[in-house]
Antibody
Framework: EVQLLESGGALVQPGGSLRLSCAAS????????MSWVRQAPGKGLEWVSA????????YFADSVRGRFTVSRDNSKNTLYLQMNSLRAEDTAVYYC??????????????WGQGTLVTVSS | QSVLTQPPSVSGAPGQRVTISCTGS?????????VHWYQQFPGTAPKVLIY???DRPSGVPDRFSGSKSGTSASLAISGLQAEDEADYYC????????????FGGGTKLTVL
């Protein structure tokens, strides 16, 4: 059974940093690209970042580029999101999601339960 | 402002058929990229409902169907049931420099 378990969410002050983790199990982690998707309170889904199975290809949304970094440790089956220079608008539930390729695009066939990041003084 | 446009809300009575639209542009849906749909209940993670425009993962009832034409896509739910009340999101890919994966703003389905 595929499981994705996020952790690391917390209350942090503006300008602060936080690292989220996503522990994966039930599939060959290194064979799959992964993404982070966030959802601000009462709002819709926003794609944040994607990383290939090897970690060699990385993509970011404009809203976080230069402040967030994504990485993975395939020996530990864990995905990370390092968030720096946090802003109030980064407040959201952060989901990690497993990528499933289909044709020329991909979708997310499994999602974690999410971890809440609150940026406030 | 989401790259893909969905109506904020739709409603229908039990047993009825409702559709949710997802309108994009020439850099996403209109470029031929597939559209995928997710269902999300309050306080829970999204779940894929339709992938590749009109395919259903195992376990998703055939009451749910998807279609795509031009720069738009639609999710149809027939035989509406109370447990279908949820938020629905479309997702595609955008080849512009400013986005990679794009989501619609979401549609709240209310079963009357």
């Amino acid at each position: 059974e595929v499981q994705l378990l996020e952790s690391g969410g917390a209350l942090v002050q503006p300008g602060g940093s936080l690292r989220l983790s996503c522990a994966a199990s039930g599939f060959t982690f290194s064979s799959y690209a992964m993404s982070w998707v966030r959802q601000a309170p009462g709002k819709g889904l926003e794609w944040v970042s994607a990383i290939s199975g090897s970690g060699g290809a990385i993509y970011f949304a404009d809203s976080v580029r230069g402040r967030f970094t994504v990485s993975r440790d395939n020996s530990k089956n864990t995905l990370y999101l390092q968030m720096n220079s946090l802003r109030a608008e980064d407040t959201a539930v952060y989901y990690c999601a497993k990528v499933k390729y289909h044709g020329s695009t991909y979708y997310y066939d499994y999602w974690g339960q999410g971890t809440l990041v609150t940026v406030s003084s | 402002q989401s790259v893909l446009t969905q109506p904020p809300s739709v409603s229908g009575a039990p047993g009825q058929r409702v559709t949710i639209s997802c309108t994009g542009s020439s850099s996403n849906i209109g470029a031929g990229y597939d559209v995928h749909w997710y269902q999300q209940f309050p306080g829970t993670a999204p779940k894929v409902l339709i992938y590749g425009n009109n395919d259903r993962p195992s376990g998703v009832p055939d009451r749910f169907s998807g279609s795509k034409s031009g720069t738009s896509a639609s999710l149809a739910i027939s035989g509406l049931q109370a447990e279908d009340e949820a938020d629905y999101y479309c997702q595609s890919y955008d080849n512009s420099l400013t986005a990679h994966v794009v989501f619609g703003g979401g549609t709240k389905l209310t079963v009357l």
